[in-house]
């Protein structure tokens, strides 16, 4: 695989009035990369009239997948549900199989194990036999979406290499708990003879088993022993029990937990593992393996970078891909698959209902947050100009955000409960959502009053006051009675602000006895029937704390509780939907109140209650609040779904079905936007995009209130004064992150108005590179925007290009002649860059 061309791309040529044949090719292809003299195109007007919405609806709008059959594979028996594949994955074929599977006849004909899963285990044995230029065995990624159904592919794999005679295997996973799912696998292939030990409960110094496979979790690797003695660290017992020339299967199942492996201990163990055991079966199984490609760096056997490859090291591969972005990111899925090295099938969401629900707040709610952005700003304002600020300024902006985030998720929790008992009624069950449990802020409180707690905990409150005291600490004992009031005015706010959520929302629903918790948390305030309030652990006799998450979705999945509420601890490997086997199968109702930091998480958590066997799809309910600043939480997730898709699935849409494409501004867009919406309220340009209708006072007032809210956001240098406007500086720094985080600190009216205005500018910008042919909707569909400049062999090629419409044949040569490539393109839109490779 190749991506690198001598010098640098041009932007292409608009082609759309080109007409005739292509006989002289200096019209359309840029001087520096074909050696033609390239025709001048006059450049694009500063300001165009605003896109017409009707003509821009539906571009851009393609079939994103293709139902999955396995194309070279015709053993086994069809999966239970319907599977589908990324159309631009689909475009192209995997290698021809070579290799002979061991796994009985029986094993197969039964069903045990679908076509499809005995298709991975082909592919995966088949890329072990490959040796590396390095020395080191091939590996192999697992990229099927959550409930496809990797837990048997992955025990398919460890038996076939069992049947092989390599009766060793290590098996790593993000939780303890995730053994027994492992053994039920194996199980459920009709391999119970293999046995499953625990690390966790294998002393450092014994290492009395011979053979089987040695469960463990990430965080197990970097484990130490107090003591000392022979084995003092994990990773060097696990290595001692795998003996040299360990030939077995090593399995990275959620693997997406080794991320930032340069950057973390855990990261850096799965690398050492790897280079100790070269001779080793490597498999990656994530539905998430790589939310972004400095995130790949731990998938060192698939052998895209490093000795005999393009790419020297990491970085320059990284290098490659970041410089031509999501269409870089396709290209790379589909040459591993290709390749052979890789495989990623989803279950059809034929069925599965998404819907955005916009939480309306009501008018106290708007008094408390109001009272709220106005205590902080005046904190923050207090301190300006101080010497010591500059050192201060992060923890603040970080507690910030956290506190203006308990308050969003805060604002919804009426209304889910409402949608919840609504759901009930009509006969389905309810999972919810969310990632802050509140834990640390309620053991603050209990520490505080020596084990004791008799009311619920606010962690919005202690989060005030934490970035309060971290800001408030500079002030000297001249002001220190302004200090004291604002402490005073955030103590007087607290009896106004919202309880933990989590507590909240079981008190609501009637208690633990009605809701199943799957969180990481090891106690919780409750309600007692006498109305007190107490702390009690989650912990229930007769069963360990690690063992309380499982036993709560057994409850779950059986009918005795009908609500679930799962945090990150529960969103990972555990299955919660209506699966044929269990009593409960009501529809599921999957609410998401709080959207995860990151799309790895998001994934995993939509993936719980969306998997194989089931008897009823999914409803997806995203709640997202009428509060702009909350679209920073969507905007997060929407750009690492974008990003994530391209990375796993081969086609940046592929995750976009969750429904928050529409929420991700940080983009090329977002910032032009940001940088237009600044300059207009500063008076710096004429903006042709108007302010929102109906702001009170008109146009004039709009541009006058939302001056001291930008000025506020990007905290400008001098400290205010009478005539702040003249300190307001032209502000270099027009981060869309920024504007997305601050912006929650600001009053409804403001924060919803200012964020309308930058949305509107936003939406114009796209629709005007829609009808321009501008717009970058993938590398395959009906409409093709764009392909970046990129190399990768001619077999990809010709996949890549096959289902495009209209033809073009012509000739791409770049200034060397010693770069040929001929093509079959076939093309609607009127922007193309040209794809090539060395002879």
């Not at 041009?10 to 082609?15: A, E, F, I, K």
């Not at 070279?72 to 074929?93: A, C, F, Q, R, Y």
Request: glycine content about 8%.
């Amino acid at each position: 695989m190749h991506w690198d061309i001598p010098g640098q791309s041009q932007r292409p040529q608009n082609l759309s009035a080109f007409h005739g044949r292509f006989d002289d090719f200096s019209t359309i292809l840029p001087a520096s990369v074909t050696g033609f003299k390239a025709a001048a195109a006059p450049p694009p007007p500063e300001e165009e009239e605003e896109a017409d919405e009707e003509e821009t609806e539906d571009l851009g709008h393609a079939d994103t997948y293709a139902e999955y059959k396995p194309s070279k594979s015709n053993i086994g028996i069809s999966h239970p549900d319907i599977v589908v594949e990324t159309n631009t994955l689909s475009s192209v074929p995997p290698p021809d199989i070579t290799y002979t599977l061991s796994i009985p006849d029986r094993t197969v004909s039964s069903g045990l194990l679908s076509a499809l899963q005995l298709e991975a285990i082909i592919y995966a044995c088949q890329q072990h036999e490959v040796i590396l230029q390095n020395g080191q065995r091939a590996g192999f990624l697992i990229g099927d979406g959550a409930g496809v159904g990797k837990g048997r592919t992955v025990a398919g794999i460890i038996l076939e290499s069992f049947l092989k005679g390599r009766k060793r295997a290590l098996w790593f996973s993000v939780s303890n708990d995730l053994k027994y799912d492992a053994e039920r696998d194996l199980r459920d292939i009709d391999a119970p003879n293999i046995p499953v030990f625990a690390l966790n409960k294998i002393k450092y110094g014994d290492m009395a088993t011979s053979e089987g496979v040695l469960f463990a979790t990430y965080s197990a690797l970097i484990g130490e022993s107090q003591a000392g003695g022979q084995h003092r660290t994990r990773l060097k017992q696990i290595l001692d029990w795998c003996k040299p020339n360990f030939d077995g299967v090593i399995v990275f199942d959620e693997c997406h937990k080794a991320k930032n492996a340069t950057s973390t201990k855990m990261g850096k163990a799965v690398l050492d593992l790897q280079n100790k055991l070269p001779r080793a079966r490597v498999v990656y199984a994530s539905a998430t393996g790589a939310s972004e490609p400095k995130n790949m760096i731990y998938m060192s056997r698939l052998g895209i970078w490093g000795q005999g490859t393009p790419f020297k090291t990491f970085d320059d591969f990284l290098h490659a891909i970041e410089k031509r972005g999501v269409g870089a990111m396709e290209i790379v899925a589909m040459d591993m698959k290709v390749s052979g090295m890789y495989i990623a099938r989803q279950l059809s969401f034929s069925g599965v209902s998404f819907r955005i629900e916009e939480i309306t707040l009501d008018e106290q709610f708007k008094l408390v947050y109001n009272k709220a952005a106005r205590l902080v700003r005046e904190t923050q304002t207090a301190t300006l100009g101080l010497a010591s600020r500059k050192s201060l300024w992060g923890q603040f902006w970080s507690s910030h955000q956290r506190f203006f985030k308990y308050l969003c998720i805060a604002a919804k929790v009426r209304r889910l409960v409402e949608i919840a008992y609504t759901e009930l009624q009509q006969g389905k069950c309810i999972v919810i959502g969310l990632q802050s449990t509140g834990e640390a802020r309620t053991r603050e409180v209990l520490d505080e009053n020596d084990g004791h707690l008799d009311r619920f905990v606010s962690a919005s409150l202690r989060v005030l006051k934490e970035s309060s005291e971290v800001i408030l600490c500079v002030f000297s004992a001249k002001l220190e009675e302004l200090k004291l009031r604002l402490l005073g005015k955030i103590a007087e706010l607290g009896k106004e602000l919202p309880l933990n959520t989590l507590d909240e929302l079981i008190d609501r629903f009637g208690g633990p006895e009605k809701v199943s918790e799957m969180t990481g948390r090891k106690g919780r305030v409750v309600r007692r029937p006498d109305s007190s309030v107490r702390y009690e652990t989650r912990a229930e006799q007769g069963l360990s704390i690690d063992h309380v998450n499982i036993r709560e979705k057994e409850r779950f999945m059986t009918g005795e509780k009908l609500i679930a509420i799962i945090s990150e601890a529960a969103s990972s490997g555990i299955s919660l939907q209506a699966d044929k086997r269990v009593q409960n199968r009501r529809r599921r109702v999957h609410m998401t109140l709080e959207l995860p930091w990151s799309a790895d998480r998001a994934i995993q958590q939509f993936g719980r209650t969306h998997r194989s066997n089931q008897v009823t799809a999914p409803e997806y309910i995203f709640l997202i609040s009428e509060l702009a600043g909350e679209r920073r939480f969507a905007s997060i997730v929407a750009k690492r779904l974008e990003s994530l898709g391209a990375l796993t699935h081969g086609d940046r849409r592929a995750t976009e079905s969750r429904d928050l494409s529409q929420y991700n501004f940080e983009n090329k867009y977002g910032t032009k936007a940001l940088d237009k919406i600044t300059k207009a309220i500063l008076r710096q340009i004429d903006n042709k995009v108007p302010p929102p209708k109906g702001y009170p006072g008109g146009d004039i007032m709009f541009f006058r209130g939302n001056c001291f809210p930008v000025s506020y956001i990007f905290v400008f240098k001098k400290c205010m004064q009478t005539d702040w406007l003249s300190f307001i500086p032209y502000i270099p720094d027009c981060s869309i992150t920024k504007f997305l985080n601050r912006i929650l600190g600001m009053e409804v009216h403001h924060q919803n108005s200012l964020f309308q205005y930058f949305t509107d500018n936003f939406d114009y910008l796209i629709n005007k590179d829609k009808k321009e042919g501008k717009y970058d909707m993938g590398i395959l569909g009906e409409c093709v925007s764009e392909i970046n400049v990129v190399m990768f062999s001619e077999e990809t090629l010709k996949h890549i290009l096959k289902n495009l419409s209209g033809k073009l044949l012509y000739f791409c040569r770049s200034g060397s002649a010693s770069y040929w490539q001929r093509m079959n393109v076939r093309f609607q839109s009127a922007r193309l860059l040209f794809l090539f490779r060395p002879m």
